[in-house]
Structure formats: structure tokens, C-alpha cells
């Protein structure tokens, strides 16, 4: 039986063993030291050593996390590391496996950093429904920043190639040192007492976390949060993110972009102004034809009620009663003078010689009996005839000319019914109630 004291152990099996127990008993580290031993080979991959006065570990930081660095890898480079402690089996040697690294300094305002962004996340300073939207159409910005920056030049080009009537007001401050962040934070508060701004733009170019310290002020954080106007933040490059960012009531990825988001572009401004301009031309064509058409028919209803038009209506019923009436004297006439035809006929038919001293005696005595009648049928007809005559004045223009109108006609008695069938030096007549007067057109 074999002795379990006494077990064998292949090197392999050995450095496995020591590899899991590494692993397991080791959890994420970081670990500040001093490089050394850098070497980069043709694979990408990042091997070195990290030191200290008193000792060394060997690390390997694995394509493509080392292609990513904001830095370039040195010896003597103080440096802040994460990684997995674990065993290389093959030569039985223990390293860290790197999968973050920055310089030592920035780790440490890394660390601040991410401290105080979750002391203001949990008092709410950058909530979602705390932030409000940018005016629709600003009309005065401010910009916070250097005025001898690169940021500030980009920012003012995009402003006046998109907008160039807005009114910007640059409002110089220190970007990057100790005094930075008071200046910021006094430049923003009387910015927004002044009231002259509808938006405030807060921004620098890129840089460092170091360089970007500034405007990761716990008092300018707060200040823009308390700001009684919006506040857009753009600072740093896109990959850069501050506390003024997570504070601002917007964040930009970069200080041209926030410059594109403030303001609308002209272009998209004039096509739109065109397309207002033509709709107020349409609404405004077709309000016309409306009104056209109304005065057209308030011109016809004028025309039908003029007193001319009127005139005219009386002439014609004149001229109709008067057809009439000689159409009912023409009637008459001829039966009465058929009758009279008929009787003589008959009269002669009668009338033999030897009877006629007899006939002429009888109508002698008959011979004022039809004088008789036709003297009461004229009568009769004359008392008719002053009941049409009445009637006919009643609707005769001469009672219309009794009321103060005038009939003007010309010499040859034409009735004149407009001023284009006259001429200058024109002889017409105008017949008036009592008389008619001789006039001369000028």
C-alpha cells in the first residue's frame, strides 16, 4: 500500500495546484508601483515589472486592453494597477494579469472622482427631473471659459456659421489650476443674477483628468445645479466626463457639438421661413377671391335696386298697358263697324223702291236711336277709357318725373339710359313735371 505521506507530484500538477490556490485566495487588486523591464513584442501584448524599493511582481497586460492606454508605458513611470494575481505554469512563476492601468496620480483624483460623484448622485444633484430643457430660441448666451482657448474659438465659428444673430458673450475665467474653480463658480453665480442670459455655456478643450480637475469642484457642481438659468456643460473631449457634466441641465460631447445643439441652423431656419411665407401668400390669395366675390355680389344687388333699373321696369309696363289698351279700342272698333257694314247690307236687301218713301220715313223716325246709342256706348267708352287713362298715369313714368325725376332724351326723342350714348356739345332734352328744358352736354 502506498504511503499517502509520501505522494508524487509532477511539476505540472504542482504549479496547477499553486495557480488555483493564487486565484481562489486573491480577488481584483490594485497594486501602485514603479515600472520596469517594459517590453512590448509583436503580439501587442504589454509585459513589465512593477517595484518598489523592497521587492518586484512580474505583470502582463494581454492584447487589446493594452492598445487602449491614455499613456505610453516607460520605464520608471509611477503607475496604478488592476489585475488578477495568478501562476504562469509553464515557468512556474507568479504574476498579475492587468487589465487597467493609469498613472499613479490620476488614480488617486480617479478615486476622488468616483467618491464624490456618488456623494451628490445620492443627494439628488443629478437626477433626470431635476434638469430643464434649453430655451426653443435663445437670443443671449454666455460662455464660460478661456478666451485664449481653442474651445472657445471653436464654439463662437459653429455659433456664427449657424446663427450668427444670436448675441454671445464671452465671460473669461481660468480653465485649469487652483484658482479655476472659484473663478468658474463667481463668473456663474453673477452670470445668472444679472438676468441678461437665457443659457450659459460652461467649457474647455481636452486635456488630462488632471488638466480637467477643475470642473470636478464639489462647489461648482452645486452651482450649476443651483443656477437660475440652463447650463450646458462641454468639457473635455467625448470620452471625458466631469462633474459639471453629470450637473448640467445638458451634457456635450465636446464644445462644437454643444455649440450645434444651442442654436438651430439658418438653413433649416430660412426653409422653413419659406415655407411660412408661401402658406401666408395662399391664405391671403384665397381670402382676397373671397372678399372679391362678396363685393361682386353686393355690386349686383346694388345694380337690380338702382332707381335707373326702376325706370326702366315702369317704361316697360307703360308700354305694355298702352299695347293693350289699343289693342281692346281696335277691337271694339271693328265690331262696330262690322255691325254697321251688316246693317246696311240688310238695309239694302230690304229697301225695294216702291217701299222706299216708307223706309225712308221709318228711318227717319229710327235715325236718332243709333246716334242715341252710339252717343251713350262713346259715353260708355269714355268712362272707360279715363279708368285705363288712371290707371295707366298710375304706373306712367310722368308720375315718377312729377316726384323730381327727369326723362333725358335726345332731339329725335330717344331715351338716354347712359352716359356713353352722349357726347361733349350734345343737344338733349329734359322733360320735367311741369315743361321741358332745352340742354347742351359739356
Not at 501562476?87 to 472622482?113: N, P, S
Not at 473663478?183 to 488630462?208: E, F, K, W
Request: charged share 25%; aromatic share 4%; proline share 5%.
Amino acid at each position: 500500500m502506498s504511503d499517502p505521506a509520501r505522494d508524487i507530484l509532477t511539476p505540472s500538477q504542482l504549479n496547477t495546484l499553486a495557480r488555483d490556490l493564487l486565484e481562489s485566495a486573491f480577488p481584483l487588486i490594485w497594486v501602485e508601483g514603479e515600472l520596469g523591464n517594459v517590453t512590448r513584442p509583436a503580439s501587442g501584448h504589454l509585459y513589465f515589472t512593477l517595484k518598489d524599493a523592497r521587492a518586484q511582481v512580474k505583470c502582463a497586460m494581454f492584447k487589446p486592453k493594452s492598445q487602449w492606454l491614455k499613456f505610453a508605458p516607460r520605464e520608471g513611470l509611477r503607475v496604478l494597477a488592476r489585475g488578477r494575481l495568478t501562476l504562469y505554469e509553464a515557468r512556474g512563476d507568479y504574476q498579475l494579469v492587468i487589465d487597467h492601468l493609469e498613472e499613479a496620480g490620476e488614480g488617486a483624483l480617479r478615486r476622488a472622482f468616483d467618491e464624490l460623484k456618488a456623494k451628490l448622485a445620492a443627494e439628488g444633484l443629478f437626477d433626470a427631473d431635476r434638469k430643464r430643457p434649453l430655451p426653443s430660441h435663445l437670443q443671449r448666451l454666455g460662455v464660460i471659459t478661456s478666451p485664449t482657448g481653442a474651445a472657445v474659438r471653436d464654439v463662437v465659428s459653429v455659433l456664427e456659421r449657424r446663427f450668427p444673430l444670436l448675441q454671445v458673450d464671452i465671460l473669461p475665467v481660468q480653465v485649469q489650476g487652483e484658482a479655476a474653480p472659484a473663478q468658474i463658480v463667481d463668473m456663474l453665480q453673477h452670470a445668472g443674477r444679472s438676468g441678461r442670459y437665457d443659457a450659459l455655456l460652461v467649457t474647455r478643450g481636452g486635456g488630462s483628468l488632471e488638466d480637467l480637475w477643475a470642473f470636478n469642484d464639489e462647489r461648482l457642481a452645486r452651482a450649476i445645479a443651483a443656477s437660475p438659468v440652463p447650463v450646458v456643460s462641454a468639457v473635455g473631449h467625448e470620452t471625458d466626463f466631469t462633474l459639471a457634466d453629470f450637473a448640467a441641465d445638458l451634457r456635450a460631447p465636446t464644445p462644437s457639438v454643444a455649440a450645434e445643439l444651442l442654436v438651430p441652423d439658418r438653413r433649416d431656419l430660412l426653409s422653413r421661413l419659406r415655407v411660412l411665407q408661401q402658406r401666408m401668400v395662399t391664405t391671403h390669395a384665397h381670402r382676397l377671391r373671397q372678399a372679391m366675390q362678396r363685393a361682386d355680389r353686393a355690386a349686383l344687388r346694388l345694380q337690380a335696386l338702382r332707381p335707373q333699373a326702376r325706370l326702366e321696369m315702369l317704361r316697360r309696363r307703360e308700354q305694355e298697358a298702352a299695347r293693350r289698351l289699343h289693342a281692346l279700342w281696335r277691337d271694339q272698333h271693328a265690331r262696330r263697324l262690322a255691325a254697321l257694314r251688316h246693317a246696311a247690307a240688310v238695309l239694302r236687301a230690304h229697301a225695294p223702291q216702291r217701299r222706299l218713301e216708307q223706309l225712308r220715313e221709318r228711318l227717319l223716325a229710327l235715325a236718332p236711336r243709333p246716334q242715341a246709342a252710339v252717343v251713350r256706348t262713346l259715353q260708355r267708352d269714355a268712362l272707360r277709357l279715363r279708368s285705363l287713362a288712371r290707371s295707366l298715369e298710375a304706373v306712367s313714368p310722368l308720375a315718377t318725373v312729377a316726384r323730381g325725376y327727369a326723362l333725358v332724351t335726345r332731339e329725335d326723342g330717344t331715351l338716354i339710359r347712359s352716359v356713353e350714348q352722349v357726347r361733349p356739345g350734345d343737344a338733349v332734352s329734359a322733360r320735367l313735371s311741369d315743361g321741358t328744358l332745352k340742354l347742351r352736354v359739356e
